[in-house]
């Protein structure tokens, strides 16, 4: 019988210790959900109160001012940034529960 | 979870995949992605909070009128707002993924103070009583590793891995002795 390095051996069984689950950052994802609304409020403000003053407000019927295309662009990118931060953590999180917290 | 709960899981897990033999003893990872996603996102959403602040300057809102629009005062407050949203919520994030990090498992945490340590003082007037010289306990290099691992995750990690090597060294020699025979 020679040794064979190379050869198939049993596996060692592998035990995975349960950690405590972290509590989730429950003031950081308000924060996030308040972010989403300042973006939703950036892209509605133009039009909602866009009818006064001089410059360079918005006028209803009218071609879209500088304001309002910066607002409009800046507000969706905060919109979409929040909500798929938002989402991410969610996914993540339920992949996380999924993998290690099948039996409880 | 609790101490409790941990070491019923431990065993639970030993019987489910063997009930005798060594195992390796792993945590299980600590969920960062969500909170490191997060901050990712809100530091995104303060750079547009910053650009929205700049915004009424670099493109020249007012035109030269007298006074400042509106939109111009709309994109101040709510960009300040996000930025100050944004910064709150991204310290928010990091201190989650920080104490995340720096989770240990419940086997790791500090060890409890011995008993005998606690009641040492009170002993101290009995030494003027000559007393017999203790006996060595053979139980002693035990306790004393369990007073470093109160949980048993050490042992239970090294295990496996000297019952491997010693395997395989067991291994080695046979061979060895096989082919020492054959060649005499």
């Known amino acids: 019988m020679s040794f064979d390095p190379h050869s198939p051996t049993e596996p060692i069984p592998v035990v995975t210790v349960a950690i405590r689950r972290p509590n989730p950052p429950i003031a950081a994802l308000l924060g996030l959900g308040l ?3 300042a973006g939703a409020w950036l892209m509605a403000a133009p039009f909602v109160l866009g009818d006064h003053g001089p410059g360079g407000d918005q006028r209803r019927g009218a071609a879209w001012t500088d ?3 910066v607002d409009v662009s800046l507000g969706a990118a ?10 991410g953590y969610l996914a993540a999180a339920i992949t996380w529960l999924a993998r290690y917290r099948q039996a409880e | 979870m609790t101490e409790i709960a941990y070491q019923e899981h431990r065993q639970r897990a030993r019987i489910q995949y063997c009930a005798d033999c060594p195992a390796v003893v792993i945590a299980e990872p600590v969920p960062v992605l969500g909170p490191f996603i997060g901050l990712v996102g809100a530091v995104l959403c303060s750079l547009v909070g910053a650009l929205l ?7 020249d809102y007012r035109q030269g009128a007298r006074t400042m629009p509106r939109s111009s005062i709309v994109d101040l407050a709510t960009g300040g707002g996000v930025l100050l949203i944004g ?3 991204t310290l928010l994030f990091g201190g989650s993924l920080r104490r995340r990090l720096r989770a240990t498992i419940p086997a790791a945490a500090a060890p409890e103070p011995l008993p005998e340590a606690a009641s040492e003082p009170a002993s101290v007037p009995e030494q003027s009583q000559p007393q017999p010289e203790p006996q060595p306990q ?3 290099s035990v306790a004393s590793s369990a007073v470093g691992d109160p949980g048993g995750a050490l042992r239970d990690l ?6 491997a090597l010693a395997a395989d060294l067991r291994a080695r020699d046979d061979s060895g002795v096989e082919s020492e025979g054959r060649q005499s």
């Open chain 1, 35 to 37: 972010l989403a609304s």
């Open chain 1, 67 to 69: 304001a309002t295309r």
């Open chain 1, 78 to 87: 905060v919109l979409a940034i929040s909500v798929a931060a938002l989402l």
């Open chain 2, 53 to 59: 602040l700049l915004a009424p300057f670099a493109f």
């Open chain 2, 87 to 89: 910064l709150l919520t």
């Open chain 2, 138 to 140: 053979p139980v002693a």
């Open chain 2, 158 to 163: 090294l295990t496996p891995l000297v019952a």
